[in-house]
């Protein structure tokens, strides 16, 4: 049965929800640390304990968040206004002996501004082709990652079951949702009128929906898992082969932007044998666009393959699963399959030269990469517009206020020899640059109130070096520096 809100249904609903505290802040508070952490690894029985005396709110966390049935007296209670078995009729809960169990996964999701709550499946239906998948890792890493600026209309490509949309309603017009399954779109529907979002939902697959349409922003956490073309799941299978499908929405998506607007995807892509995964990359990119594509994470095929098995909630030793991954490790034999890289791409639509990066970031990034990618977009505006030698040395830059100079040393017969140095920035990515002496001594000068020229000037005299190859030597470095927010222009 698919969801069906109705706003009667999803008013009274909100209702309860918000009595009994269901938040994120409330049900954390309930379970305390150790139980939410515990759950968050998949350990439920801590949090059946620390439910236990929480009233309402328990009844709540054991029949929506711990698949529990509960007795209908207490759900009636926790739910009021809304009936069980309007719940039910709604397609939320269904009668199990003289109590009720949810139908749906139905928890709550926020960020800084607040809370929604969000609709998907249960994990007991993970195996189902149409399965829904609810706020996973790879959704919150999307999140994260998004640019949050004030734009007109934005397009959630591939909603699944509208984690994106619900972000996008705090920083945009209009939100446009597309998906290729009507199971997705039902729990997104529901989600948006449980949250009393106001989303245009468009079925169809990929961007066929919005044909002829531009946007002022794009995000899609599209189908992404590279392996043989077939569909097993929906939400993870493109039913192309490799990274075809990827290839295809990073030639397509630029036509689908406004002057200077920004798309913004998960994505994996093969590192085969014999070629430069950054040049498979770039293959794809179509004029006129920006890029900054980051690698997060390199898995070898077995790793891969398995983490996605496990992903659908397979038994790894079955029959079917075995048959399964030889058939993927077959394919990328086949293809010449060495690793596959996942990551961020983020795309502009410019008329000037376009700035192509790919970096990898692999590890952990305590910081959320929204701010880091909407500072990489304004430095790219600024290197453009300061791309002759000339512009750049006349411009004054100072060091950014988290940037910090690194020395080292080894140890030897007479102590600590100091053999090299860096600067680091201590948030965001913490981009770090390997610096020498004069190198170090530029930085140091860069305190926004001299243009650079000038200080490379006091810099040749100081090494008695000439001052055309100390410009030779520091343009390209400085670039890159201010391309990686180590250095700004001075006042930003």
Known sequence: MLPHLSPAVAGALRTALRRAGYTTDGVRDLLGHSAHAALGRGEVEPAFRASRDGGELGVLVRLLLLGAAEPDAAVTAALAPLAPADAAAAGLLVPEGTGWRAALDLRPYGDDDGDWWVLADLDARR?????????????????????RRPVGTLLDLGTGCGVQALHAGRHAAAVTATDVAPRALAMARATFALNELDVELLDGPWLAPVAGRRFGQIVSNPPFVPGPARVDYVYRDSGQAGDAALAGLLRALPGHLEPGGVAQL????????????????????????????????????????????RDAGLDLASPDARAQAGAWLDWMERERVEAIGFGFVTLRRTDGAPAVVFEDVRGDVEDPLGPET????DRVDWLRAHAGDDALLGAPLALAPTVVLERYAEPGAEGWTEVGA???????PRWRHEVDGPAAALLAGCQGALALGELVELLAVAHDRPAGELVAATLPAVRELVRHGVLVPAGS
Request: charged fraction near 20%; proline fraction near 4%.
């Open 374 to 377: 909407a500072g990489w977009l």
């Open 422 to 428: 860096a600067v680091a920035r201590m948030d965001g």
């Open 266 to 309: 998960l994505g994996s892509w093969l590192h085969v044998r014999g070629e430069d995964w950054p040049d498979r990359v770039r293959s794809w990119l179509p004029d006129g666009v920006d890029a900054w594509v980051v690698q997060r994470e390199v898995a070898d095929p077995n790793l891969h393959v398995g983490t996605w098995q």
């Open 127 to 147: 195996q189902q082709r149409d399965h829904v998948t609810g706020v996973g890792a790879a959704s919150v890493t999307l999140a994260a990652a998004t640019v």
